[in-house]
């Protein structure tokens, strides 16, 4: 991957080199650097090491404000990633800005079930679309009278849909979650790619696009045996 500055949309690609020679991408937005781990050109989405939007367990603190995408091409995709928590007996509650206006929330199972001071659930709540920032807070529901009663870690954050969440799941030295972010619309049918300048295609030839207007391009991947496959991406 090449890198690249976009200055008009706040983000720039930048890569890196290991110790051991392995070439590392990220994704800077707004001065922050986000790991590149995948890349869904037909998908329209990136997948990127995204910071814990809240957590506040041990010494270790996010004050849950997630990154604002607002100005860029990017948004927090709606159908590729899932709010999850970690916790017990406390009530989750996500905002789209700050405390503006309620996305939605969950409640975590009691902390007396089964005397867990842990416990990942997920929040079943629809991603509003075009979602480039959100607000993620927890409110302690024990109570306070009961001091046998450890206070359950807090952890809420947007993450990739198909990212394995275990109930093993290691907060300890983990300061990061993949999430998927969306950069295009894909929109399903039949185009064609224009032959002139404006029609690019990856070293490998597997994909190819033309641009078709401002905010559209035509997108095609190689034919596989008899089957075609063409998509428009907004």
């Known amino acids: 991957m090449k890198a690249q500055d976009d200055s008009d949309n706040w983000f720039k690609v930048i890569c890196n080199k290991t110790a ?9 937005i707004n001065g922050t650097n986000l790991q590149i781990l995948d890349f869904n050109f037909l998908g329209g989405t990136i997948l990127v090491n995204h910071p814990i939007t809240y957590f506040n367990c041990r010494k270790n603190h996010h004050n849950g404000m997630s990154l604002n995408l607002t100005g860029t091409r990017f948004y927090y995709s709606d159908s590729s990633n899932i709010f999850w928590s970690l916790g017990c007996g406390n009530l989750v509650t996500i905002f789209d800005n700050k405390t503006d ?8 199972p009691s902390c007396r079930i089964n005397n867990k001071i842990s416990s990942i659930v997920g929040c079943p709540l629809i991603i509003p679309k075009g979602l480039r920032s959100f607000f993620a807070n927890m409110s302690d529901m024990v109570d306070s009278s009961d001091y046998r009663r450890k206070r359950s870690c807090g952890f809420a954050s947007l993450i990739s849909s198909n990212f394995d969440l275990t109930n093993d799941f290691d907060l300890s030295n983990r300061t990061h979650v993949p999430t ?8 399903s049918g039949e185009c064609y790619l224009n032959d002139s300048s404006d029609t690019s295609c990856t070293f490998d030839g597997e994909y190819c ?8 391009l035509c997108s095609c991947k190689k034919d596989i045996g008899d089957i075609s496959y063409s998509s428009s991406c907004k």
């Open 20 to 28: 051991n020679g392995k070439e590392v991408s990220s994704l800077n």
């Open 101 to 108: 206006n309620l996305i939605g929330g969950c409640l975590q």
């Open 180 to 187: 998927q972010l969306q950069w295009g619309t894909l929109i």
């Open 209 to 216: 696009w033309s641009r078709l207007s401002s905010n559209h």
